[in-house]
């Protein structure tokens, strides 16, 4: 509901409210609220229910500087696990995926897809710490793919990085596998902030 605007950044709601709209009790209602808040998409108000946090520039900002690292050192140590084509068949079908969307103008499958590359880069870096702190952020990443989808340009060189990134993790090149991510999430990071500056999302 966060995602699609049904709940739209800046609104207040009450718990019984929520309850009401999603036809349960109000106790799984408040345990959502809280992790939602620790994902940094509402804030918990007491006895005023809770308030849906704009999602802003600067936000994907920091977010992006933490995925950019963490991310890259999980791109080098799956180089360094010496993976078989096997154990890296689910990598690939994402990088085909995304051509084969890119190929149908498809954007959604394309976003879709590309979830899935980087939360398989993830597994493959096999630091379950990392994986923590990713997924923390991985709600945000989502809402603020939602926002600008429709608005961004075709992801031609997303996916050429993509591509470079699991040949680079195919032949054990941590280095390349390291620098190649680093510089395609800046890139996104660069990207996103853009066009979120350019709704009008700039501060907190």
Request: hydrophobic share 50%; charged share 20%; no cysteine.
């Given at each position: 509901?966060?995602?699609?605007?049904?709940?739209?950044?800046?609104?207040?709601?009450?718990?019984?409210?929520?309850?009401?709209?999603?036809?349960?009790?109000?106790?799984?209602?408040?345990?959502?609220?809280?992790?939602?808040?620790?994902q940094g998409l509402l804030e918990v108000r007491p006895r005023k229910g809770v308030r849906i946090l704009t999602l802003s520039a600067d936000d994907m900002h920091e977010i992006y500087e933490v995925l950019t690292e963490l991310e890259s050192l999980s791109a080098a140590s799956a180089a360094r696990k010496n993976y078989g084509p096997k154990d890296l068949e689910m990598l690939a079908k994402?990088?085909?995926?995304?051509?084969?969307?890119l190929a149908e103008e498809d954007l959604q499958a394309w976003a879709n897809a590309d979830e899935a590359f980087h939360s398989e880069l993830v597994r493959l870096g096999g630091n379950r710490r990392i994986a923590s702190i990713v997924e923390n952020f991985n709600d945000q990443v989502r809402r603020a793919r939602a926002m600008t989808l429709k608005i961004r340009p075709m992801p031609h060189q997303s996916s050429k990085d993509h591509s470079a990134l699991f040949q680079a993790i195919a032949r054990g090149d941590a280095t390349a596998a390291h620098q190649i991510h680093w510089q395609h999430r800046d890139s996104a990071r660069q990207l996103i902030t853009g066009l979120l500056e350019q709704l009008g999302l700039r501060h907190f």
């Open positions: 509901m966060i995602f699609s605007g049904e709940l739209a950044a800046g609104t207040d709601h009450l718990e019984a409210e929520l309850a009401a709209r999603l036809g349960m009790s109000r106790t799984p209602v408040r345990d959502a609220t809280l992790i939602l808040a620790s994402t990088v085909t995926d995304m051509e084969t969307a």
